[in-house]
Every structure is written in structure tokens, then in C-alpha cells.
């Protein structure tokens, strides 16, 4: 089945520090491939996606590209600010599922110090 | 963005009682809301699909006489988890979806004692 696996969290940074938080998935097909951001006390939120190979997305400094060989939709960010706190979800939406179901990964708690 | 509220956001409640979670689409309209379940440190799972005026698609393993879905309006979608026991204790969130994009509510978090 489809499936997406997150770098395990928690992660601790200093402000200014380069990011990178690790996903791959499993699925059959070309699932289309994305990120939220959940802030605390808030809801999900997209930050990013890719719907197809070598597609790049980007948002807010944050990037993600659409790896097939490697299976994998890696978030980095260059330079981290204490306002990035947050948890982060990759998730991957297969499009014979329908528009709307989305498998997550488990989230990474990020946190960033002054 | 389109925004999705969700009510309460915290719940206590007796073992064997129902609780209902409200979510609410607000500025728009959602034929369809989605509900999803979060245990501590992993990832939402999708429980069942809210369809507007008709009966809820539940995902495989989800006990839909424990988890009743309401969905009588465009911009309501209700989750009532019935004779609570302390393993429902978890966090509830929705989702609604606007101009093809899933909008999450803030979520709502169930204690059962």
C-alpha cells in the first residue's frame, strides 16, 4: 500500500542553521507529493507540493523536489527562523484515490532557538 | 486561504458518554469533509469521508456505529464518538476541501477518563 516514512523528530536548530527534513514514500503510480506545516494551536496548513518527477516546490524559502528514483520529496530550507517552529507533514496523494485522500507521515517537530 | 474551525477544541469526558466534534467550514462551501484521528507521535490517519446529505464512507477498520458522521449542511460536518472509552482518547482533526485544496481545522483533542 501507499505509504510515507518522515525523519524522526525531534529537531533542534539554531537560528540562521541550514534544514533539511528527510521523507520518502511508497506507492504504485505517480502520486503527487506534499507538505503542511502545523503551527502550534493551529491547523494544518499546505506549505508546499509536487505533482510530477523533477517538479520543485517552493514556499516561504522552503523547497522540496519530486525525486522518483529515489522515491523521496526532502524538505530544506536555507536559513531557519525562530517563526518555523512547528511540526511538519510530508504527504502523498495518489490520484486514483480520488482528489482528496491523503496518507501522511508521522510529522517532525522542528524547533528552532534564537 | 479558506478556513476550517473546528469545536471544541478540548473535550473531557466520562468513560461510557458521547462526545460531538463540530467542524465548520466558514467561508466557504464543502460537499465533502474528511475526518482524521492522531495518536501521539504518528501520523493522521484518515477515518471516514463526509459526504453532504448522504452516509459517511468509512475507512477499513473504523467502527462507524462508534464513530457517527453527520454531515447535514454545506459548511458542517459532526463526529460523535459514542459510549467513549479511554483508548478513543486521541486527536480528532477535519478538513474541507476549497478550489482543490484540503483547508485543516485546528483540531480537537479528546480526553476520556
Known amino acids: 500500500g501507499n505509504s510515507v516514512t518522515q525523519m524522526e523528530g525531534p529537531v533542534t536548530l539554531s537560528e540562521e542553521a541550514f534544514l533539511t527534513i528527510n521523507c520518502t514514500y511508497t506507492a504504485t503510480g505517480y502520486p503527487s507529493l506534499f507538505w503542511y506545516v502545523q503551527y502550534p494551536g493551529e491547523g494544518l496548513q499546505l506549505l508546499l507540493k509536487?505533482?510530477?518527477?523533477?517538479d520543485k516546490g517552493s514556499n516561504k524559502g522552503f523547497e522540496a523536489t519530486y525525486r522518483k528514483e529515489t522515491t523521496s520529496f526532502h524538505l530544506e530550507k536555507g536559513s531557519v527562523q525562530v517563526s518555523d517552529s512547528a511540526v511538519y507533514f510530508c504527504a502523498l496523494r495518489k490520484e486514483a484515490q480520488g482528489a482528496q485522500k491523503l496518507v501522511f507521515g508521522q510529522g517532525t517537530r522542528l524547533t528552532i532557538n534564537p | 486561504g479558506a478556513v476550517v474551525s473546528q469545536h471544541p477544541s478540548r473535550v473531557i469526558c466520562k468513560s461510557g458518554t458521547s462526545v460531538k466534534i463540530e467542524c465548520r467550514s466558514l467561508d466557504f462551501q464543502a460537499t465533502t469533509m474528511f475526518w482524521y484521528r492522531q495518536f501521539p507521535k504518528q501520523s493522521l490517519m484518515l477515518m471516514a469521508t463526509?459526504?453532504?446529505?448522504?452516509?459517511?464512507?468509512?475507512e477499513q477498520g473504523v467502527e462507524k456505529d462508534k464513530f457517527l458522521i453527520n454531515h447535514a449542511s454545506l459548511t458542517l460536518s459532526t463526529l460523535t464518538v459514542t459510549s467513549a472509552h479511554p483508548e478513543d482518547s486521541s486527536f480528532y482533526i477535519c478538513s474541507a476541501e476549497s478550489a482543490g485544496e484540503l483547508f485543516f481545522g485546528e483540531g480537537s483533542r479528546l480526553t476520556v477518563l
Open positions: 463526509s459526504n453532504e446529505g448522504s452516509k459517511a464512507t468509512y
Open positions: 509536487a505533482t510530477k518527477a523533477d
